[in-house]
Nanobody, 115 residues
Framework: VQLVESGGGLVQPGGSLRLSCVAS????????MRWYRQAPGKARELVAV????????DYASSVKGRFTISRDNAKNTAYLQMNSLKPEDTAVYYC?????????WGQGSQVTVSS
């Protein structure tokens, strides 16, 4: 089982990034997907969720209107489009797959928002 994130990096405030999370080793389309983030010295926080079929999404209030979560079950991939980035969005971003008691984490992707 693997979740591999990509797309992180350094971006200026107001910029955009798109994170991808490619899944393998399990039935991706049966799992809800989430993105979490963890800033230095802070607890990991939930950023966005998408249901297994993609019909339901939800967001933390801090990112609502700026971030969009989506998935392509044919490509076993989840995405997090991040627009209007702020310095406080700087964190390691993790994708997470969950189905009942089964869950898997990605390795994380660093996002740094700085001028």
């Amino acid at each position: 089982v693997q979740l591999v994130e990509s797309g992180g990096g350094l971006v200026q405030p107001g910029g955009s990034l798109r994170l991808s999370c490619v899944a393998s080793g399990f039935t991706f389309s049966s799992y809800a997907m989430r993105w979490y983030r963890q800033a230095p010295g802070k607890a990991r926080e939930l950023v966005a969720v998408v249901s297994s079929a993609g019909g339901y999404t939800d967001y933390a209030s801090s990112v609502k209107g700026r971030f969009t979560i989506s998935r392509d079950n044919a490509k076993n991939t989840a995405y997090l489009q991040m627009n209007s980035l702020k310095p406080e969005d700087t964190a390691v971003y993790y994708c997470y797959a969950v189905r009942g008691s089964l869950n898997y984490w990605g390795q994380g992707s660093q996002v740094t928002v700085s001028s």
